[in-house]
């Protein structure tokens, strides 16, 4: 059985800090990009940040780049998402998903590249 499964949410005063988890199981964790995406209320949901466990690449939306740093534990097929001097307009549920690398990704991975969603984790930053 797939899963990819959040944790590390909650709220959190405006500049500081969260370190959301997402721990994947079920599928070859190497032949995926894994993705963090946001939905805030009314808004679409928009990818942030991924990261390819096989070469460790990594990518960034302008809104969170030097904010949010992703990373991988291939030992534990976890990736964290790691957010600094977060801002009320970071709240929104944050999403990990996977997405194959065997075909062509956008940038950034968008809700069509996904293969597999996590369950979600609120954020909520008070200003």
């Known amino acids: 059985e797939v899963q990819l499964v959040e944790s590390g949410g909650g709220l959190v005063q405006a500049g500081g800090s969260v370190r959301l988890s997402c721990a994947a199981s079920g599928f070859r964790f190497d032949d995926y990009a894994i993705g963090w995406f ?11 940040s991924r990261i390819s466990s ?16 992703i990373s991988t534990d291939n030992a534990k097929n976890t990736v964290y998402l790691q957010m600094n001097s977060l801002k009320p307009e970071d709240t929104a549920v944050y999403y990990c998903a996977a997405a194959s690398l065997r075909r062509g990704l956008s940038y950034l991975l968008t809700q069509w590249d996904i293969d597999y969603w996590g369950q979600g984790t609120q954020v909520t930053v008070s200003s």
């Open 38 to 48: 946001r939905q805030a209320p009314g808004k679409e949901r928009e990818g942030i």
């Open 54 to 69: 096989r070469d460790g690449s990594t990518r960034y939306a302008n809104s969170v780049k030097g904010r949010f740093t």
